[in-house]
């Protein structure tokens, strides 16, 4: 592979909202480049996990070089393509950082939505230079007039800027080839430099260990190098580095503003982080790369087998997907409910179920899970501030000096018709207003402030069901905030179920504890004694269920006659279930642990 001068190379990405066609439009880029013959072209070649096609959403950046002839010479155009979802946020931030151009990409007849402004936001905020795209130009519902109109309101885009294309059918894919060339600069940096590196991605193969994904800022790799990681301070030799085209494709080395990979026999990806800094080995190597940030786990559940025999089972597959999935996380813990299991840590709810999809595809094991939760903070009595990633953690209130809770900003886009129904859904859930504004005359942006344990339950499907499916949103964590949080504990037959408490608004625990006693009285089967259902705040209890129990007519064989006999039996019958109750133990069904993680509305 022959040497590149920086000025025919362009790095860039594709950033959109969900759906709004940026796979199809990557597809396309790759098949007029010639990267991938149309025969090779399997559709959107780039989502290849078994999960995204099924979901059809883009969960992992990648990166893929395409040469392109324009004008007489030969670009080198990295496509880097970045995850839609908020989740991912920290990773679309990172694939930004490689980039000097994006392609902003919206749909001809969604127009703008809430990812379109967070992604288009994130970009010029890192300097990128906008190729603004109307997509799908070819739908009959396109309504272009008013897409332009609505870019240029929120986004202060120049409609004679916009160039209009259609991913499914290829019109407009050679105008914006030639804009990406003519308007994204050429990637600064200089190849006789001290090696600095960063690494946006990564991914582990089973024969090969982690591939790394990086762009060089600096400096140049090539094979055979010692290098270092320096967030772990880890010193690796460079096996095999190369470009993705869009097969592994080895070469020697990889100069200042390029894309490419490297192999180092690295046997976990523990040891490399998105957005850590590669340099050369030894005391003489570069400084960091700015804008670091470990991945923030915001939520929070416990997985258990439901045989407990399959703990080691569960164990192998978690480990196997960490190895894969460094943003996810998880320890052993333990539950008098449920026995041995794992408490797990997330980016986001999207992700919780990303993950949980993937242990029932790739393992057999039948899982419980119990109801997510956030990360919350708690300030002590002594002054201390510590974190609380499950229920059972949370301290004795008296030793509680302040309980916080994550707060978000969500943005959140309709037709103006439904701001009524959204306004009332994120006041319901304690929403701050922050500002309202109209994008076009039909559609409004609203903004709130919400505790993020109140957006993860059920904000997405509820915003959809009150906008009949037009609403989108995003959001961003903007810090904690102190607030009246309790733990709600759920009581059986006495007995607290570890894996049942939740922590939740006191001023929310009598409805939501009343929910949860309802539900499980419908769950547990009889006994032959009385159980009861209770949901407590520390020592008060605030709610109360029984669920009768299994009757035996004890008086069957008694004809007539007389009513003491009766009686004495049933005084016997009475005695005989108190002792039961005593050391009778609750079966709870499994069944009952997924019914409270339906906490939000009744
Ligand atoms: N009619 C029409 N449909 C298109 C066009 N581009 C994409 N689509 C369709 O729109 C849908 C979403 O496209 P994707 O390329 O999967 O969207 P995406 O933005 O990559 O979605 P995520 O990966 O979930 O972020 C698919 O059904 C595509 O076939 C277009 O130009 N015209």
């Known amino acids: 592979m022959p040497e590149i001068a920086n000025k025919f190379i362009r790095n860039f990405c594709i950033i959109a909202h969900i759906d709004h066609g940026k796979s199809t439009l990557a597809d396309r880029l790759l098949e007029f480049t010639g990267t991938v013959t149309r025969r090779e072209m399997k559709e959107q070649l780039l989502d290849d996990m078994q999960l995204e096609r099924d979901r059809g959403i883009t969960i992992k950046a990648r990166a893929v070089r395409m040469m392109y002839m324009y004008e007489g010479n030969e670009y080198e155009m990295n496509l880097i393509d970045t995850p839609g979802h908020v989740d991912f946020h920290y990773e679309v931030s990172r694939s930004l950082a490689c980039c000097e151009g994006a392609i902003l990409v919206v749909d001809a007849a969604q127009g703008?939505?809430?990812?379109?402004?967070?992604?288009?936001?994130?970009?010029?905020?890192?300097?990128?230079?906008?190729?603004?795209?109307?997509?799908?130009?070819?739908?009959?519902?396109?309504?272009?007039?008013?897409?332009?109109?609505?870019?240029?309101?929120?986004l202060a885009i120049d409609s004679s800027e916009v160039l209009k294309v259609s991913a499914k059918t290829g019109v407009g894919i050679e105008g914006l080839c030639a804009a990406l060339i003519q308007r994204i600069p050429e990637p600064k940096g200089d190849p006789e430099a001290i090696l600095q590196a960063m690494v946006f991605d990564s991914h582990y193969d089973d024969y090969r260990g982690a591939i790394t994904y990086i762009r060089v800022i600096n400096g140049r790799l090539s094979r055979g190098m010692k290098i270092r990681f320096l967030r772990t301070n880890s010193t690796h030799e460079i096996l095999e580095l190369g470009q993705f085209t869009p097969q592994r494709t080895a070469c020697n080395v990889l100069l200042a503003g390029e894309v490419g990979y490297i192999i180092c026999n690295i046997k976990s990806l523990k040891l490399v982080h998105i957005g850590d800094t590669v340099t050369i080995a030894g005391d003489n190597g570069a400084p960091a790369l700015e804008g670091y940030k470990p991945p923030k786990r915001m939520v929070y559940c416990g997985l258990y087998p439901s045989d407990g025999q399959e703990f080691t089972?569960?164990?192998?597959?978690?480990?196997?997907?960490?190895?894969?999935?460094?943003?996810?996380?998880?320890?052993?813990?333990?539950?008098?409910?449920?026995?041995?299991?794992?408490?797990?840590?997330?980016?986001?709810?999207?992700?919780?179920?990303?993950?949980?999809?993937?242990?029932?595809?790739?393992?057999?094991?039948?899982?419980?899970?119990?109801?997510?939760?956030?990360?919350?903070?708690?300030?002590?009595?002594?002054?201390?501030?510590?974190?609380?990633?499950?229920?059972?953690?949370?301290?004795?209130?008296?030793?509680?000096?302040?309980?916080?809770?994550?707060?978000?900003?969500?943005?959140?886009?309709?037709?103006?018709?439904?701001?009524?129904?959204?306004?009332?859904?994120?006041?319901d859930r304690r929403g701050v207003l922050v500002r309202q504004e109209y994008l076009s005359p039909q559609r409004t942006m609203i903004v709130y402030d919400i505790p993020l344990a109140e957006v993860i339950y059920d904000l997405h499907d509820k915003l959809k069901s009150a906008t009949r499916g037009y609403g989108t949103m995003d959001y961003e964590v903007i810090g904690y905030q102190p607030a009246d949080l309790v733990k709600l504990d759920i009581l059986v037959n006495a007995v607290r179920v570890?894996?049942?408490?939740?922590?939740?608004?006191?001023?929310?625990?009598?409805?939501?504890?009343?929910?949860?006693?309802?539900?499980?009285?419908?769950?547990?089967?009889?006994?032959?004694?009385?159980?009861?259902?209770?949901?407590?705040?520390?020592?008060?209890?605030?709610?109360?269920?029984?669920?009768?129990?299994?009757?035996?007519?004890?008086?069957?064989?008694?004809?007539?006659?007389?009513?003491?006999?009766?009686?004495?039996?049933?005084?016997?019958?009475?005695?005989?279930?108190?002792?039961?109750?005593?050391?009778?133990?609750?079966?709870?069904?499994?069944?009952?642990?997924?019914?409270?993680?339906?906490?939000?509305?009744?």
């Not at 320890?331 to 449920?338: F, I, Q, R």
């Not at 922590?503 to 539900?519: L, M, N």
């Not at 269920?545 to 008694?558: D, F, L």
């Not at 016997?572 to 709870?588: F, H, L, T």
Request: a negative charge.
């Open 313 to 427: 089972e569960l164990r192998d597959a978690l480990e196997k997907l960490a190895m894969n999935d460094p943003s996810f996380e998880f320890e052993p813990e333990t539950s008098d409910a449920l026995g041995f299991g794992f408490r797990c840590g997330f980016l986001g709810l999207l992700h919780m179920e990303i993950v949980q999809q993937r242990l029932e595809q790739e393992s057999n094991i039948d899982l419980i899970q119990t109801a997510p939760n956030v990360t919350y903070e708690i300030l002590n009595k002594n002054g201390e501030t510590f974190q609380i990633h499950k229920p059972q953690d949370v301290p004795d209130s008296g030793q509680i000096e302040e309980f916080r809770q994550p707060i978000v900003r969500v943005n959140l886009i309709q037709p103006a018709e439904f701001i009524g129904n959204v306004m009332k859904l994120c006041q």
């Open 498 to 602: 570890d894996a049942l408490s939740v922590i939740c608004h006191r001023y929310d625990a009598e409805r939501r504890g009343r929910g949860v006693c309802k539900r499980l009285k419908d769950e547990i089967d009889r006994h032959m004694f009385e159980v009861a259902i209770q949901a407590a705040i520390g020592g008060r209890i605030i709610a109360r269920e029984s669920k009768p129990a299994m009757r035996k007519n004890v008086t069957a064989k008694c004809y007539g006659g007389d009513i003491s006999r009766k009686k004495k039996l049933w005084a016997k019958q009475k005695e005989g279930k108190k002792r039961m109750k005593a050391i009778g133990q609750v079966e709870i069904p499994q069944k009952a642990f997924l019914a409270v993680l339906d906490t939000g509305e009744e």
């Open 112 to 154: 703008v939505e809430a990812q379109t402004l967070a992604n288009a936001f994130a970009a010029m905020n890192s300097n990128l230079t906008i190729v603004p795209i109307i997509n799908k130009i070819d739908l009959v519902n396109a309504r272009i007039e008013e897409v332009l109109l609505e870019m240029e309101q929120t």
